[in-house]
């Protein structure tokens, strides 16, 4: 492990003279783009982060005091399993690659260039937030989020650069250049070109597409092309942390609304500056439909030549019958003349839909935890998940409209009745009018609650950050 290196790392970089000679000049580059585009300001505060420092389930993590430009962004593969195979698809049985294999290149490069493009661009979309954070708890736990998005960057970079040659190191450049919600370079997926201006969006964004980054890593962490497999395996550990401070932070969120609803006896929160759970229902809707497209269309061709070459497995492929997926069928919805029909399609042309069902089948259990929450207010209210077919742009549905319960609606009718379903302006400066910072130590803003513990065992009074002004 050489983790005194100007590039940490546990793939034994020092003795490739070529590869550390490609990273130790993109790491100029990264740094510039953390400058422009990572948190605006705090860049010379102490920050309380945990860093990876290896790869051992028990001591992977160092925490300390760390200002954001000083983090030390490393290169950590989960350790090599023995004798690994491919797991799915045409090759299955081989033995695990560990050079791409040249048929699969193309392909290869593309998964890898779309993953890593939706970390640096989660920063970008984050980064005003700092200003208006609740709490310095909130505001160490936004940077921890965005040093780490910047770390999963490098780690496909780090594949670009050791596996493709000079067009890896080309797309690595244009990582640093592609710019969230930009109209003539935008980032590759819809929901990472959205903004994210207040903290109930950052909340929901860490609920609900830091998920589909979970379950997108699960799938290539099945892959048979084993640096990617191992680059995501340890990056999962990572992310379990962004979905906690997203489920927790819209849970603190619906637990302030009941607490003054029971305080006050007075339903309307607004009037006592929490966010009503109305609104908190329309952010669920926005933020679960578009992080739903992140997977793709339901029908995908692109996503039976992952599965075949056995680059981009199924969620827990190991747990499925037959790893082949040939003679399955899956059943997707169809839009013809007559109207809406079921088809059979061959599976491996419904990965993405597959995928996508146990992505909803979690996100059902975060929404029951909030529920429970209600219920032990006694307030009558439950949130729901929108259906899979509500405010889709990719796949079947995109081109239709339906309303939140999955019954069809006329463009007219969509347009009428869109504030009801989704955020509207209102909603927006409401909670954006809430966002004023709190910057003192164990002070929290009057719209969220306190969580229930801080970091690392220590109290929610801790200087999480330490300003430098
Ligand atoms: N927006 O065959 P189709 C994370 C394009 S999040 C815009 O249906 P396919 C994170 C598609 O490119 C995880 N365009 O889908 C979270 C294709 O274009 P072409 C990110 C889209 O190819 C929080 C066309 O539509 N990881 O880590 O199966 C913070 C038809 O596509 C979208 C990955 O995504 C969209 N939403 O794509 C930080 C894993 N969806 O070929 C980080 C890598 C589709 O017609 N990516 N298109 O030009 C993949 O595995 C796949 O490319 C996709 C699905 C999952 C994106
Ligand atoms: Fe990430
Ligand atoms: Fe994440």
Not at 61 to 87: N, S
Not at 188 to 198: S, T, Y
Request: with cysteine; aromatic share 12%; charged share 25%.
């Amino acid at each position: 492990m050489s983790l005194y290196e100007k590039i940490p790392n546990n793939v034994n970089l020092s003795s490739d003279k070529r590869l550390l000679r490609a990273l130790e000049h993109w790491l100029p580059n990264y740094m510039k783009w953390w400058y422009d585009m990572g948190p605006a300001g705090f860049q010379a505060d102490q920050v309380y982060l945990r860093t990876a420092v290896s790869v051992e389930p028990g001591g992977w993590a160092h925490f300390d005091y760390v200002k954001m430009p000083d983090y030390r962004w490393g290169i950590f593969l989960a350790p090599p399993e023995k004798d690994r195979i491919v797991g799915f698809g045409d090759s299955y049985g081989k033995r695990a690659w560990q050079e791409v294999p040249g048929e699969f290149r193309n392909m290869l490069r593309r998964i890898i260039v779309t993953q890593g493009d939706t970390e640096p661009a989660s920063v970008e979309q984050q980064r005003l937030l700092g200003h208006s954070a609740p709490s310095l708890y909130d505001l160490r736990n936004l940077f921890q989020v965005n040093v780490e998005e910047g770390r999963h960057l490098w780690a496909m970079v780090y594949l670009l650069h050791s596996h493709f040659g000079r067009d890896g190191r080309e797309e690595t450049e244009e990582l640093l250049e592609r710019r969230s919600g930009s109209s003539d370079k935008p980032r590759i997926l819809g929901a990472f070109n959205e903004p994210i201006d207040d903290w109930l969006s950052f909340f929901m964004f860490t609920t609900f597409t830091d998920r589909d980054g979970k379950y997108q890593l699960l799938a290539l962490a099945e892959s048979g092309f084993d640096p990617l497999s191992r680059t995501t395996r340890f990056m999962l550990t990572e992310e379990a942390h962004h979905m906690f401070v997203g489920e927790s932070g819209v849970g603190r969120v619906v637990q302030r609304a009941c607490e003054l609803m029971r305080e006050t006896k007075d339903d309307d929160v607004r009037r006592h500056g929490a966010i009503d759970l109305e609104a908190v229902q329309r952010y669920i809707n926005l933020w679960f439909s578009v992080s739903l497209d992140l997977f793709g269309g339901e029908i995908s061709s692109n996503a039976a030549s992952f599965f075949s070459a056995g680059l981009k497995g199924r969620y827990k492929e190991e747990a499925c019958e037959d790893h082949l997926a040939l003679d399955g069928h899956y059943r997707v919805w169809q839009h013809g003349p007559e109207g809406w029909y079921q088809e059979d399609v061959p599976l491996r042309n419904a990965m993405n839909e597959v995928l996508r069902d146990a992505y909803i089948a979690d996100c059902e259990n975060t929404l029951g935890r909030w529920n429970k929450m209600i219920q032990r207010y006694g307030i009558p209210f439950e949130l729901r998940l929108p259906d899979r077919r509500f405010h889709r742009r990719i796949g079947l549905y995109g081109s239709h409209h339906f309303d939140p319960q999955g019954r069809p609606l006329s463009a007219e009718q969509w347009e009428a009745r869109r504030d009801e379903f989704l955020p509207g302006e209102k909603d927006l400066a409401y909670v954006k009018n809430l966002m004023v910072p709190v910057h003192e130590i164990g002070q929290i803003a009057n719209w969220i609650s306190k969580p229930a513990h801080g970091i690392k065992g220590l109290p929610f009074e801790f200087e999480y950050v330490r300003r430098e002004q």
